[in-house]
Nanobody
Framework: QVELVESGGALVQAGGSLRLSCAAS????????MGWLRHVPGKDREFVAA????????TYADSVKGRFTISRDHAKNMVYLQMNSLKPEDTAVYYC???????????????????WGQGTQVTVSS
């Protein structure tokens, strides 16, 4: 069993930046791909970004490509999402999630993630 705890969500103006953090406990997550996904009430959960087990492969949703950067620190058992040039449409609850089945090329659909955190709210004002 693994526990994932997100932090760093906040209210920010459009054009601003935030860095989300995900701390894992209960299990070392270095063997898994990790991802960030987001949810807006009334809509389906949406893939945002993912990083492979090694950290050498990353993938992003088109809507965030060039603005967001995912990274991981194996020594600290942490995953991060650096978000720049934020837009009002980035407003959502952001979740950290673990993909235990695709260590080399991470999944890009929410249903393929096995373990989820509780989420952190990001609100971008116009």
């Amino acid at each position: 069993q693994v526990e994932l705890v997100e932090s760093g969500g906040a209210l920010v103006q459009a054009g601003g930046s935030l860095r989300l953090s995900c701390a894992a406990s209960g299990r070392i997550i270095s063997a898994w791909s990790m991802g960030w996904l987001r949810h807006v009430p009334g809509k389906d959960r949406e893939f945002v970004a993912a990083v492979s087990r090694s950290g050498g492969y990353t993938t992003y949703a088109d809507s965030v490509k060039g603005r967001f950067t995912i990274s991981r620190d194996h020594a600290k058992n942490m995953v991060y999402l650096q978000m720049n040039s934020l837009k009002p449409e980035d407003t959502a609850v952001y979740y950290c999630a673990a993909d235990s089945r695709h260590p080399v090329v991470p999944a890009t659909t929410p249903g393929q993630y096995d373990f989820w955190g509780q989420g952190t709210q990001v609100t971008v004002s116009s």
